[in-house]
């Protein structure tokens, strides 16, 4: 059974960058999809990105400005960088697998998640 | 981007009930839709993937179907640890979105 923990600071400043990570353990992270989503209090869900074991990347464009993934495969790890924080990047913050063999694609396996507020 | 308009957004319901919540997308879609059910502090939980699949270890009572733009998400029977937060997700194409959830508390 694949298990997903992220790991990073609770608070960040505005303007500062937030730093996350996700260890996976109950498998490799090679040849398989993983995905940042983060969650507003009391809001629905939003997709950052994915990252590939091999280190290719798709970003929403919403974020693809301010957003930087990258893999560890000898950690089984992958990591989340997001810049110029504000406010309305105070979320819950989720890494999670997302299964894509055709025809079934979604997010199969997910983190506890961290809460991440920003505020000075 | 496709847009997932979840309905209703809250549902008031007694153990026993049924329960359909819809997701209409924006435009014509594949089959790529997935159902989560989210308890609070909780991540979500997988329950459908492409439209109608029963994700493993879910119980037969959630039933997932839909084609085109309509989606729907159905619990035959309501039981107590059924009272959740549930979201579509649209996995047709990026950027991947989800619905805005369907909050099923207790009647």
């Known amino acids: 059974q694949v298990q997903l923990q992220e790991s990073g600071p609770g608070l960040v400043k505005p303007s500062e960058t937030l730093s996350l990570s996700c260890t996976v353990s109950g498998g490799s992270i090679s040849d398989s999809y993983w995905c940042w989503i983060r969650q507003p209090p009391g809001k629905s869900l939003e997709w950052i990105g994915y990252?590939?074991?091999?280190?290719?990347?798709n970003y929403n464009p919403s974020l693809e400005s301010r957003v930087t993934m990258s893999v560890d495969t000898s950690k089984n790890q992958f990591s989340l960088n997001l810049n110029s924080l504000t406010a309305a990047d105070t979320a819950v913050y989720y890494c999670?697998?997302?299964?894509?063999?055709?025809?079934?694609?979604?997010?199969?396996?997910w983190g506890h998640g961290v809460l991440v507020t920003v505020s000075s | 981007d496709i847009q997932m308009t979840q309905s209703p957004s809250s549902v008031s319901a007694s153990v026993g009930d049924r329960v359909t919540i819809t997701c209409r997308a924006s435009?014509?879609?594949?089959?790529?839709v997935a159902w989560y059910q989210q308890r609070p502090g909780r991540a979500p939980k997988p329950l459908i993937y492409a439209t109608s699949s029963l994700q493993s270890g879910v119980p037969s009572r959630f039933s997932g179907s839909g084609s085109g733009t309509d989606f729907t998400l159905t619990i035959s029977s309501l039981h107590p640890e059924d009272f959740a937060t549930y979201f579509c997700l649209q996995a047709d194409s990026f950027p991947l979105t989800f619905g805005g959830g369907t909050k099923v508390e207790i009647k």
């Open positions: 435009q014509r879609i594949n089959k790529y």
């Open positions: 990252i590939f074991s091999s280190g290719s990347t």
């Open positions: 999670a697998r997302y299964f894509r063999r055709s025809p079934f694609y979604y997010f199969d396996f």
